[in-house]
C-alpha cells in the first residue's frame, strides 16, 4: 500500500473551481462600531482614522508611534487605521476583545501592555540615535527592528520582552493589512464568507 | 441573594463535546437534564467568517495562569460560550491506535489506559455513523480495525497534490485526511463548501460541531442549557461521598444552589481539575492527590514553503486535506524521541492570525513582507505535525494564591515537554523539511512549538491510587460525579484528540443510563 495515491473521488476539485474574486464582490469590510460623541458609528479602522475619530484610551503620542513603527514593519497599517483598531479593541471588554494578544499568554486588560512597550521604543530610539522616532531614515528603523525581533535594544527597559512585542504588533498590523475581505480582494484570494464581517457602514446611533 | 433552583436529574458543566453529547444521551434516556455554560450563548448565526472574529470563541473566561518552558496555550485551545472548544475545532478525527491504550505495559514507561481500542471501537463506530465523518479506510493502512467512513474522502485541491508529491518520491504514505466535515450532505447537514473557516466556527452545520448535531438533539429532547452560569463549587454530603449539586453564579451574579442527582464536569481540562481542587480541603475526589496532574498538550511541528506553481492555499479544510501516519506505531522507532506523531497535510490558511501564512515567518518586515504577503497568497503551503506529548506527573493544574471575583482561586498551570516528546518534536520538523524539499519547494521553513489540545489533568485509570475516575469517567471517590473531556486521558496519542472525546463520553453516558440507580 505505500505510496498509494488518493483514491479517484477525492480528485474532484475540478467542479469546486472558484473564480477568485467570484465571491469577493459583493463584499464589505471589517468595521468596528466607533465612539463619536454620544453615537457609535461603524466604520473601518482605516475610515476611524481618516474621519480623525477621538481616541479613548492611547495618546496622540502613543498612537503615532503604533502607526510608524507598525506601518515599518508591515507597509498599509497606518492607512488600514491601525492605531484605531488597537485603541478600540483596548476600550473592549475581554470576551468581544479580537487582539491577537488573548492567545499569548497575557491576560487583560491590555492597555498596559502597549503602553509600557511604547514607553520602551521611544526610550530605546533615543538612546540608539538620539532622535526621535519619527525622525529616523527607513534605514535606521529598519536595522533598530532588525534588533528588536531578537533582544532587547540598549535603553529597553520595564516593558515587556522587545521581541514579543515585535511579534504582537506584526501581527496586529498584518491583522488590520490583510485580514480584512478588501485585503482578501487585493491578494487575489476568494474570500468565500460564509457569514461576512459586519459589512455595514451605518450610523447605528 | 441567593436561589435555590429546581432540582435535576443530572447537572453537566460545559456545553462542549462531552457535555452536549451526554446531554442528548440522557435526555435521550429521559433524563431531567441541565448544562451549565460559564460563557455566552451563540447561534450559528454568531459565527462570521473572520479570523479576527473567531477569537471571541476562544476562552475569555477567569484568567489562567501558565508557566514552565511550554505553556498549553489555555486561550487557543479552549472555547468560552455554546460548544466550547468544540465550536472552532477543525474536525479532524482520526482515531487512536491500539497501542495508545498501552503504552506502559508495552513500553514500560507512560501509563496504560484502563480499556483497549477494541473496547472503544464501537464507540468510534457509532459516533461516525450518528455524525459523518468523511474519509477512506482503506487507504489509511495505519488505521486500526473499525467501520468504514460514511461519507467519502475530502476533495484534494492543488496544495495537497503539490505536497503529496513529496511524500511520494519518498516512499511514504498518504490518505485523505477523516475530517468531521460533510464532503456530501448528509443526515440534513450540508456538505461543506471548503472555505477554509474552520477556525471562526462552522455556521453550515457541515462540520460537526456541538450546534451542528448533539446540542440540538439535547434541546429536542427537552434538555436545557443556561449561559453565563459560572460554578464555583461542586456541593457533596456531609461524608463527601456523594455529590448533592454545583453552586453557580448567573449572569447578574445572584448565587444558585442547583441540586441534581448525578454531576458530569465536562468543563475542559483546566477547569475542571480547578472546580475539583476548589471544591474540597485537599480537593475533591482527590485520594489519590492526581487531579490537575498529568496535563499534556501535543506540540504542533509546522513546516511551511513556497512553490513554483499556484498552490490555492486558500482552498480546503483548516484542519487539512491528507493523512501521514508512518511515524505513528512502535512508538520506540523513531529516529529522535519516543511517541507518536501524524502529519496534517495541506492546511486551508488565510493571510492573517496565529495560523496565517503571515505569521509563519515572523523575521520578515517592511518590502520583503509586502512581496511575501502578495506571493505567498498564491504559492504558500504548509503541514503540521501533531506530536504525541508524554505525561508527567508534574505537569499539573494547581490552584493560584490569585482568586477570581467569586473567591475561587485561579488555575496555575505548570507544562514542561518530556525530552523524548521533545526531541520526536525536532525529527517531525526535519522530516517535514525533507518533505517540502522532495516536493521541490523553493522555499522551506519551521514554526516555532506551538500547542495544540490539552488533554489531562483528571486521568481514568484501573487503580484508584494512581487516577482519578475509572473508564467510564466515574470519580473513583464519588459515585455519582463524573467527569468527561479530553482531561480523562491517560497519553495523549499522537492524533486530534475530540473524536476519541466523542467515543468516550458515549461510553460514558451509557454506562449512566444502565446503572442509574446504583449511581445515585
Same mark, same amino acid.
Given at each position: 500500500?505505500?505510496?498509494?495515491? +488518493?483514491?479517484?473521488?477525492?480528485?474532484?476539485?475540478?467542479?469546486?473551481?472558484?473564480?477568485?474574486?467570484?465571491?469577493?464582490?459583493?463584499?464589505?469590510?471589517?468595521?468596528?462600531?466607533?465612539?463619536?460623541?454620544?453615537?457609535?458609528?461603524?466604520?473601518?479602522?482605516?475610515?476611524?482614522?481618516?474621519?480623525?475619530?477621538?481616541?479613548?484610551?492611547?495618546?496622540?503620542?502613543?498612537?503615532?508611534?503604533?502607526?510608524?513603527?507598525?506601518?515599518?514593519?508591515?507597509?498599509?497599517?497606518?492607512?488600514?487605521?491601525?492605531?484605531?483598531?488597537?485603541?478600540?479593541?483596548?476600550?473592549?471588554?475581554? +470576551?468581544?476583545?479580537?487582539?491577537?494578544?488573548?492567545?499569548?499568554?497575557?491576560?487583560?486588560?491590555?492597555?498596559?501592555?502597549?503602553?509600557?512597550?511604547?514607553?520602551?521604543?521611544?526610550?530605546?530610539?533615543?538612546?540608539?540615535?538620539?532622535?526621535?522616532?519619527?525622525?529616523? $531614515?527607513?534605514?535606521?528603523?529598519?536595522?533598530?527592528?532588525?534588533?528588536?525581533?531578537?533582544?532587547?535594544?540598549?535603553?529597553?527597559?520595564?516593558?515587556?520582552?522587545?521581541?514579543?512585542?515585535?511579534?504582537?504588533?506584526?501581527?496586529?498590523?498584518?491583522?488590520? $493589512?490583510?485580514? $480584512?475581505?478588501?485585503?482578501?480582494?487585493?491578494?487575489?484570494?476568494?474570500?468565500?464568507?460564509?457569514?461576512?464581517?459586519?459589512?455595514?457602514?451605518?450610523?447605528?446611533? | *441573594?441567593?436561589?435555590?433552583?429546581?432540582?435535576?436529574?443530572?447537572?453537566?458543566?460545559?456545553?462542549?463535546?462531552?457535555?452536549?453529547?451526554?446531554?442528548?444521551?440522557?435526555?435521550?434516556?429521559?433524563?431531567?437534564?441541565?448544562?451549565?455554560?460559564?460563557?455566552? /450563548?451563540?447561534?450559528?448565526?454568531?459565527?462570521?467568517?473572520?479570523?479576527?472574529?473567531?477569537?471571541?470563541?476562544?476562552?475569555?473566561?477567569?484568567?489562567?495562569?501558565?508557566?514552565?518552558?511550554?505553556?498549553?496555550?489555555?486561550?487557543?485551545?479552549?472555547?468560552?460560550?455554546?460548544?466550547?472548544?468544540?465550536?472552532?475545532?477543525?474536525?479532524?478525527?482520526?482515531?487512536?491506535?491500539?497501542?495508545?491504550?498501552?503504552?506502559?505495559?508495552?513500553?514500560?514507561?507512560?501509563?496504560?489506559? +484502563?480499556?483497549?481500542?477494541?473496547?472503544?471501537?464501537?464507540?468510534?463506530?457509532?459516533?461516525?455513523?450518528?455524525?459523518?465523518?468523511?474519509?477512506?479506510?482503506?487507504?489509511?493502512?495505519?488505521?486500526?480495525?473499525?467501520?468504514?467512513?460514511?461519507?467519502?474522502?475530502?476533495?484534494?485541491?492543488?496544495?495537497?497534490?503539490?505536497?503529496?508529491?513529496?511524500?511520494?518520491?519518498?516512499?511514504?504514505?498518504?490518505?485523505?485526511?477523516?475530517?468531521?466535515?460533510?464532503?456530501?450532505?448528509?443526515?440534513?447537514?450540508?456538505?461543506?463548501?471548503?472555505?477554509?473557516?474552520?477556525?471562526?466556527?462552522?455556521?453550515?452545520?457541515?462540520?460537526?460541531?456541538?450546534?451542528?448535531?448533539?446540542?440540538?438533539?439535547?434541546?429536542?429532547?427537552?434538555?436545557?442549557?443556561?449561559?453565563?452560569?459560572?460554578?464555583?463549587?461542586?456541593?457533596?454530603?456531609?461524608?463527601?461521598?456523594?455529590?448533592?449539586?454545583?453552586?453557580?453564579?448567573?449572569?447578574?451574579? $445572584?448565587?444558585?444552589?442547583?441540586?441534581?442527582?448525578?454531576?458530569?464536569?465536562?468543563?475542559?481540562?483546566?477547569?475542571?481539575?480547578?472546580?475539583?481542587?476548589?471544591?474540597?480541603?485537599?480537593?475533591?475526589?482527590?485520594?489519590?492527590?492526581?487531579?490537575?496532574?498529568?496535563? *499534556?498538550?501535543?506540540?504542533?511541528?509546522?513546516?511551511?514553503?513556497?512553490?513554483?506553481?499556484?498552490?490555492?492555499?486558500? =482552498?480546503?479544510?483548516?484542519?487539512?486535506?491528507?493523512?501521514?501516519?508512518?511515524?505513528?506505531?512502535?512508538?520506540?522507532?523513531?529516529?529522535?524521541?519516543?511517541?507518536?506523531?501524524?502529519? =496534517?497535510?495541506?492546511?486551508?490558511?488565510?493571510?492573517?492570525?496565529?495560523?496565517?501564512?503571515?505569521?509563519?515567518?515572523?523575521?520578515?518586515?517592511?518590502?520583503?513582507?509586502?512581496?511575501?504577503?502578495?506571493?505567498?497568497?498564491?504559492?504558500?503551503?504548509?503541514?503540521?505535525?501533531?506530536?504525541?506529548?508524554?505525561?508527567?506527573?508534574?505537569?499539573?493544574?494547581?490552584?493560584?494564591?490569585?482568586?477570581?471575583?467569586?473567591?475561587?482561586?485561579?488555575?496555575?498551570?505548570?507544562?514542561?515537554?518530556?525530552?523524548?516528546?521533545?526531541?520526536?518534536?525536532?525529527?517531525?520538523?526535519?522530516?517535514?523539511?525533507?518533505?517540502?524539499?522532495?516536493?521541490?519547494?523553493?522555499?522551506?521553513?519551521?514554526?516555532?512549538?506551538?500547542?495544540?489540545?490539552?488533554?489531562?489533568?483528571?486521568? =481514568?485509570? /484501573?487503580?484508584?491510587?494512581?487516577?482519578?475516575?475509572?473508564?467510564?469517567?466515574?470519580?473513583?471517590?464519588?459515585?455519582?460525579?463524573?467527569?468527561?473531556?479530553?482531561?480523562?486521558?491517560?497519553?495523549?496519542?499522537?492524533?486530534?484528540?475530540?473524536?476519541?472525546?466523542?467515543?468516550?463520553?458515549?461510553?460514558?453516558?451509557?454506562?449512566?443510563?444502565?446503572?442509574?440507580?446504583?449511581?445515585?
Amino acid at each position: 500500500m505505500k505510496n498509494k495515491q +488518493p483514491p479517484d473521488p477525492i480528485r474532484e476539485k475540478k467542479s469546486l473551481k472558484i473564480s477568485r474574486r467570484h465571491f469577493s464582490q459583493a463584499g464589505g469590510a471589517f468595521t468596528l462600531a466607533f465612539l463619536l460623541g454620544d453615537r457609535n458609528i461603524n466604520l473601518t479602522p482605516a475610515q476611524a482614522k481618516t474621519q480623525k475619530i477621538p481616541l479613548q484610551l492611547l495618546n496622540p503620542h502613543q498612537a503615532a508611534l503604533i502607526d510608524l513603527l507598525g506601518d515599518s514593519i508591515a507597509p498599509g497599517a497606518k492607512a488600514a487605521g491601525l492605531s484605531h483598531y488597537i485603541d478600540h479593541q483596548l476600550s473592549s471588554t475581554a +470576551p468581544d476583545n479580537l487582539l491577537i494578544l488573548k492567545y499569548l499568554r497575557v491576560n487583560p486588560p491590555f492597555e498596559g501592555f502597549y503602553s509600557s512597550a511604547l514607553m520602551a521604543f521611544d526610550k530605546a530610539i533615543n538612546q540608539r540615535f538620539a532622535k526621535n522616532p519619527a525622525e529616523l $531614515t527607513s534605514d535606521q528603523m529598519a536595522e533598530f527592528i532588525t534588533i528588536m525581533m531578537t533582544e532587547n535594544p540598549e535603553g529597553w527597559s520595564s516593558a515587556p520582552p522587545a521581541p514579543f512585542f515585535y511579534f504582537v504588533l506584526r501581527s496586529d498590523a498584518i491583522d488590520v $493589512t490583510y485580514g $480584512t475581505m478588501a485585503a482578501f480582494d487585493s491578494l487575489d484570494i476568494p474570500y468565500m464568507a460564509h457569514i461576512e464581517p459586519d459589512h455595514e457602514w451605518a450610523d447605528r446611533s | *441573594m441567593r436561589n435555590h433552583a429546581e432540582k435535576v436529574d443530572i447537572v453537566i458543566v460545559g456545553s462542549g463535546a462531552a457535555g452536549s453529547l451526554i446531554a442528548a444521551e440522557m435526555s435521550e434516556a429521559g433524563k431531567k437534564v441541565l448544562i451549565l455554560e460559564a460563557g455566552p /450563548e451563540r447561534g450559528l448565526n454568531d459565527l462570521t467568517s473572520s479570523q479576527m472574529d473567531a477569537r471571541r470563541l476562544k476562552w475569555s473566561g477567569v484568567p489562567v495562569v501558565e508557566k514552565g518552558p511550554q505553556p498549553i496555550g489555555n486561550v487557543f485551545n479552549s472555547g468560552y460560550g455554546t460548544g466550547g472548544s468544540a465550536l472552532h475545532h477543525f474536525g479532524v478525527w482520526p482515531r487512536l491506535h491500539v497501542e495508545d491504550f498501552k503504552v506502559r505495559s508495552q513500553h514500560g514507561r507512560a501509563l496504560d489506559w +484502563p480499556i483497549t481500542y477494541g473496547e472503544l471501537r464501537p464507540y468510534y463506530d457509532k459516533i461516525q455513523q450518528e455524525v459523518g465523518i468523511s474519509g477512506d479506510a482503506a487507504s489509511e493502512i495505519w488505521r486500526p480495525e473499525g467501520a468504514d467512513y460514511p461519507l467519502p474522502p475530502v476533495p484534494v485541491f492543488q496544495q495537497g497534490d503539490i505536497i503529496a508529491a513529496g511524500f511520494n518520491k519518498l516512499g511514504k504514505s498518504i490518505a485523505p485526511l477523516p475530517l468531521a466535515l460533510n464532503s456530501r450532505d448528509y443526515k440534513g447537514r450540508p456538505a461543506c463548501l471548503w472555505d477554509g473557516w474552520c477556525d471562526a466556527g462552522c455556521p453550515t452545520k457541515a462540520l460537526a460541531n456541538p450546534l451542528a448535531h448533539y446540542l440540538p438533539k439535547a434541546k429536542e429532547q427537552g434538555g436545557k442549557i443556561i449561559h453565563n452560569a459560572t460554578v464555583t463549587s461542586i456541593l457533596t454530603n456531609n461524608n463527601g461521598n456523594k455529590a448533592t449539586g454545583v453552586k453557580y453564579h448567573a449572569k447578574d451574579g $445572584t448565587e444558585i444552589t442547583q441540586l441534581a442527582d448525578l454531576v458530569v464536569l465536562a468543563a475542559f481540562a483546566i477547569q475542571n481539575p480547578r472546580l475539583l481542587l476548589a471544591s474540597g480541603e485537599d480537593g475533591l475526589a482527590n485520594h489519590s492527590g492526581l487531579v490537575g496532574s498529568y496535563i *499534556m498538550s501535543h506540540a504542533a511541528a509546522t513546516v511551511f514553503g513556497l512553490f513554483e506553481p499556484e498552490t490555492e492555499p486558500y =482552498m480546503g479544510a483548516t484542519g487539512g486535506q491528507l493523512l501521514n501516519q508512518d511515524s505513528y506505531d512502535h512508538k520506540n522507532k523513531r529516529k529522535l524521541g519516543f511517541g507518536s506523531y501524524q502529519w =496534517m497535510i495541506a492546511q486551508a490558511v488565510k493571510p492573517n492570525d496565529l495560523l496565517g501564512y503571515g505569521g509563519s515567518n515572523p523575521a520578515l518586515f517592511g518590502a520583503k513582507l509586502t512581496e511575501f504577503m502578495q506571493h505567498a497568497a498564491q504559492h504558500f503551503g504548509g503541514m503540521t505535525a501533531c506530536v504525541e506529548d508524554l505525561p508527567e506527573r508534574s505537569n499539573r493544574v494547581t490552584l493560584s494564591s490569585e482568586r477570581d471575583k467569586y473567591g475561587v482561586p485561579l488555575a496555575t498551570v505548570n507544562h514542561s515537554s518530556h525530552a523524548d516528546s521533545y526531541a520526536l518534536w525536532q525529527g517531525a520538523k526535519e522530516e517535514g523539511i525533507e518533505i517540502f524539499k522532495a516536493a521541490e519547494a523553493t522555499t522551506t521553513w519551521n514554526g516555532p512549538l506551538g500547542p495544540m489540545h490539552i488533554m489531562g489533568g483528571t486521568i =481514568m485509570g /484501573e487503580d484508584g491510587e494512581k487516577s482519578v475516575t475509572n473508564s467510564y469517567g466515574k470519580c473513583h471517590d464519588i459515585d455519582n460525579l463524573f467527569i468527561a473531556g479530553p482531561g480523562l486521558f491517560p497519553t495523549s496519542g499522537g492524533v486530534n484528540p475530540t473524536f476519541t472525546v466523542h467515543a468516550l463520553a458515549l461510553r460514558s453516558a451509557q454506562y449512566m443510563v444502565r446503572n442509574w440507580s446504583s449511581l445515585t
